[in-house]
Nanobody, 119 residues
């Protein structure tokens, strides 16, 4: 029943930056792996970045060196800093949380925040 709430999206020019935020339930957050996904018009949702409950980080190849995921457990918030933005980064960005593994894992999704990169 817990929710993830994203914010920070907007309209930016190519080369610009944004910081996306995702606020979560404090009871769940510290024990959950967190991730950012995105879905562009006409395309499937894709995984962008993951940060585990232990701090391990993985990125999609196309965003390496430009995007940075982080988490603040005290604030129950995960961030995605997105820099050097390109038009192909335009998408709805979704926050995802996973607690547990395998068939017993619990998954949480946010409502999404729109990022539009255009000149």
């Amino acid at each position: 029943q817990v929710r993830l709430v994203e914010s920070g999206g907007g309209l930016v020019q190519p080369g610009g930056s944004l910081r996306l935020s995702c606020a979560a339930d404090s009871i769940i957050f510290s024990g959950s792996d967190m991730a950012w996904y995105r879905q562009a018009p006409g395309k499937q949702r894709e995984l962008v970045a993951v940060i585990t409950s232990g701090g391990q980080i993985t990125y999609k190849d196309s965003v390496k060196g430009r995007f940075a995921i982080s988490r603040d457990n005290a604030k129950s918030t995960v961030y995605l800093q997105i820099n050097s933005l390109k038009p192909e980064d335009t998408a709805v960005y979704f926050c995802h949380g996973q607690r547990g593994t395998g068939s017993s894992a619990i998954h949480y999704w946010g409502q999404g925040t729109q990022v539009t990169v255009s000149s």
